[in-house]
């Protein structure tokens, strides 16, 4: 328990705030870390300490927010130390009320996928969606009662930093390569992200990708496994097959829908649609309810957002094509040729596959930020043409003037925005802002 303990938050953005507002419910004494930010000059009204290195001799646990990076100078020695460090929701999952948690994790699909299966869930109970969007988790940590919902999209950085964590229900839509300027190798990025099943037991569910059953084997997964696949399957869960889709609870098999009642395009959003009928169903709620939410279900913000049509050119928002695996998905979603404007923060990423994947699919690639040149020797390599700019205001005029009527023009830049923007929303905005004002 955190009673007379002495906490250090690392990081004063958006979770260190909520962490603070969470831990001066307690006797606990707070110290609060974050090298980026002045906290002499901050106006807040909670008690705490700014805190200095002498510090850490004091400190017995450590609230880290994501945006650490993990091998900070501080963390290496308090690990040292044998301090513990933990993410918010391990810290709200000590907390909470309810039994009825579900994690979504994921290199890609978690956020909509996390969207789709809290509105199923709303149509039943009172339901919050938290974690990397919707609220912080620690903000309706004391408010959850024991009979609502918590949904939460679980980061790799969140899910890293968990001891006791246990979802009820935890899904791992797929894993492939990411964030390595975090987490150094893949082993070490994969392993974070099976970390969401690590203290499942029998009484609990884990739901893969079928592709990933093999991965899945070598994790040690105790908790009872539902797959959804793009081919028929006779394990517990959900597929693909003539254009429906199928529910498998291992007894029977039901018909749950049409994917044309979808209105969210691609594959990607198939499978997505398949795991949240699965965390549905195991819940209980019956078909009918899950069908009514998914066919109203029109995708979310900055994920291949469609914001215009001019002069028979449609543009596409994915600022949240975050990574290449993302961004390739995008591009198959589209109709048309393809203009796409990619680059930003270079999270050690190889562009290669994406380029030689999508390069049918490309008319022209157009580039900006930290990647720009990483990204370019791709495009030679597969003879894509591409051009460089120096940012998104000229890379929008310049896709204006490119795009043919029948063309589609995708803002899904593979990277991450921290190069040139907070966030990847910002950059989202932005890029719908120039869109909107082309005449």
């Not at 739901?207 to 070598?218: C, F, G, S, T, V």
């Not at 006779?234 to 039901?254: A, C, L, P, V």
């Not at 198939?270 to 078909?287: E, H, P, R, Y």
């Not at 925005?417 to 966030?423: H, I, P």
Request: some cysteine; overall charge neutral.
């Amino acid at each position: 328990m955190l009673e007379n303990k002495n906490i250090l938050i690392m990081g004063f953005g958006v979770t260190g705030k909520s962490s603070l507002k969470f831990l001066r419910e307690f006797p606990v004494k707070i110290y609060i870390y974050d090298k980026k930010i002045d906290l002499q000059s901050l106006k807040v009204d909670e008690d705490f300490i700014i805190f200095k290195d002498e510090d850490l001799d004091k400190i017995d646990l450590i609230v880290k927010s994501p945006g650490i990076y993990p091998f900070d100078d501080l963390l290496v020695k308090a690990r040292e130390k044998n301090i513990e460090i933990i993410s918010d929701i391990e810290l709200s999952y000590r907390y909470l009320k309810t039994d009825n948690v579900v994690a979504v994790t994921g290199t890609n699909g978690k956020t909509t996928t996390t969207t789709i299966v809290g509105d199923i869930l709303k149509r039943k109970a009172k339901t919050f969606v938290v974690g990397n969007i919707g609220r912080g988790i620690l903000e309706i940590t004391k408010e959850a009662k024991k009979d609502d919902f918590v949904v939460i999209e679980a980061s790799s950085f969140q899910l890293e930093d968990t001891i006791k964590f246990k979802p009820h229900i935890a899904l791992l839509t797929y894993v492939t390569s990411d964030h390595l300027d975090w987490h150094k190798t893949t082993e070490n990025y994969v392993n974070a992200k099976f970390k969401i099943f690590a203290n499942q037991d029998e009484d609990d569910f884990a739901i893969l990708n079928y592709e990933d059953r093999n991965l899945a084997k070598k994790h040690n997964i105790k908790a009872q496994k539902y797959y959804f696949s793009m081919e028929k399957i006779s394990e517990r869960g959900s597929y693909f097959e003539d254009g429906k889709i199928y529910y498998n609870d291992g007894k029977s098999t039901e018909e749950i829908l049409d994917v044309k009642d979808l209105k969210i395009p691609g594959v990607h959003n198939i499978k997505n649609v398949m795991a949240a009928i699965i965390i549905a169903k195991l819940f209980g709620i019956d078909s009918n309810t899950i069908k009514r939410s998914i066919s109203s279900f029109t995708g979310v913000e900055h994920r291949i957002e469609f914001v215009r049509e001019l002069n028979g050119v449609k543009y596409y928002n994915d600022s949240k094509g975050t990574n290449p695996d993302s961004t390739e998905v995008a591009i198959a979603a589209m109709d048309g040729d393809v203009i796409l404007i990619a680059g930003g923060y270079d999270k050690n990423s190889n562009f290669d596959n994406l380029i030689e994947k999508s390069k049918d699919k490309l008319k022209t690639v157009i580039l900006l930020g930290e990647t720009a040149d990483k990204i370019s020797n791709s495009c030679k390599k597969s003879d894509v043409e591409f051009y460089i700019v120096k940012d998104l205001n000229k890379a929008v005029e310049l896709a204006k003037k490119l795009a043919v009527k029948g063309e589609d023009v995708l803002l899904s830049p593979a990277c991450a925005s921290w190069d040139m923007y907070s966030n990847y929303e910002a950059r989202g905005r932005h890029f719908k802002d120039l869109v909107r004002e082309l005449v």
